[in-house]
């Protein structure tokens, strides 16, 4: 049973080497709607993983609802599989498996319609950093000064679970953080989410959380949709630090002792 993701991308290429060479050995298919990149994001994509499929987005901003709507149009496209939508901030850990592990471990599930949700943790540190690849990426992450939080634990604003699932469409709320089909009662052991979501603040990621907010409508600016987009550069050093000293966050190896352990492992074999 194939793996599909599913992510949108508008002028990504500090984050998409990054994103594509930690996924392109998890997925059997990865689907990339691209909103009118003018960077060098769709090249980047085809150099990492030539067979990707680009779909251009039939919308021409990041209206809320029309976003979740194309994504689900597209996972309706795929039969038998297991499906996620990630954000390019999303980097899903599969403890090791990869897409013949990842298949096996789908396979028990093909006669049953199901949806997993997976924690999402999200990294932060005060100090400025520029990881040139994955392994530095990852390693930095298992420093003694980087802190994490389990998102469903922490303030408005942060991101919770994502999703994955084999039904036709993820059938998901607003944002894609809930799914109206059933869900398993547990989180699923086998896979978690690390979000980059303020993390790593360096120029070119601030750059990046810059330019959206040109691309967000009206119609979400009224009804309070997609508010983190017009956060300014201050207010995202202030949210930093606040968070960072806020009690519910912890250095990896208290908040999740397998994730820390994998990261390390997966830092020094690559």
Same mark, same amino acid.
């Given at each position: 049973m194939n793996f599909i993701c599913i992510i949108h991308i508008y002028n990504e290429e500090y984050l998409l080497p990054f994103w594509l060479n930690h996924h392109k050995d998890i997925f059997d298919k990865i689907v990339i709607i691209d909103y009118q990149s003018t960077d060098n994001s769709i090249e980047i994509c085809k150099s990492i993983i030539p067979d990707c499929i680009i779909v251009?987005?039939? @919308?021409?901003?990041?209206?809320?609802? /029309?976003v979740d709507s194309e994504v689900m149009d597209i996972e309706n496209t795929f039969d038998n599989c297991f499906k996620i939508c990630l954000n390019i901030t999303e980097f899903l850990i599969t403890y090791g498996k990869k897409k013949n592990e990842c298949r096996i471990l789908f396979e028990k599930y093909k006669n049953i319609n199901i949806t997993f949700k997976l924690n999402n943790y999200v990294p932060l540190t005060l100090k400025e950093i520029d990881p040139k690849n994955n392994n530095e990426l990852f390693q930095i992450m298992c420093h003694d000064d980087v802190k994490f939080a389990n998102d469903i634990k922490t303030k408005k604003g942060i991101r919770n679970y994502r999703y994955f699932? @084999?039904?036709?469409?993820?059938?998901? /709320?607003?944002?894609?953080h809930n799914s109206f089909n059933y869900i398993d009662g547990n989180e699923s052991s086998d896979f978690d989410i690390i979000s980059l979501y303020l993390y790593p603040m360096n120029n070119k990621f601030m750059a990046r959380k810059m330019q959206i907010k040109t691309r967000i409508p009206e119609y979400d600016i009224?009804?309070?949709?997609?508010?983190?987009h017009f956060w300014s550069e201050n207010y995202i050093y202030k949210l930093i630090i606040d968070t960072y000293?806020?009690?519910d966050y912890y250095n990896l190896k208290i908040l999740n002792t397998k994730l820390y352990n994998y990261l390390l492992t997966e830092c020094i074999n690559m």
């Open positions: 251009n987005s039939r @919308n021409k901003e990041f209206k809320a609802q /029309d699932h @084999n039904y036709k469409n993820g059938n998901y /709320d607003l944002g894609r009224i009804n309070g949709f997609g508010f983190q000293n806020n009690k």
